[in-house]
């Protein structure tokens, strides 16, 4: 999910690392957090959600 080019919307292609799905500021704002559970309802890819200040590091695909 981003805002960074117009509304708040899915970002389809990514930049291609992982699979999935991530929208920032999970917590910090509130239409991220609305906007990607109903992505998930309506069957976009399950993912991560990270809040502020937050990161996940992943090896190899996987979270560690």
Do not use: I, N
């Not at 992505?39 to 809040?51: E, P």
């Amino acid at each position: 999910m981003t805002d960074s080019f117009g509304p708040l919307r899915e970002l389809q292609d990514g930049v291609g690392r992982l699979s999935g799905s991530f929208t920032p500021h999970y917590d910090g704002e509130a239409d991220p957090k609305a906007a990607f559970r109903r992505t998930l309802v309506d069957g976009f890819s399950a993912g991560f959600a990270a809040d502020d200040f937050a990161a996940a590091h992943f090896v190899g695909g996987e979270v560690v």
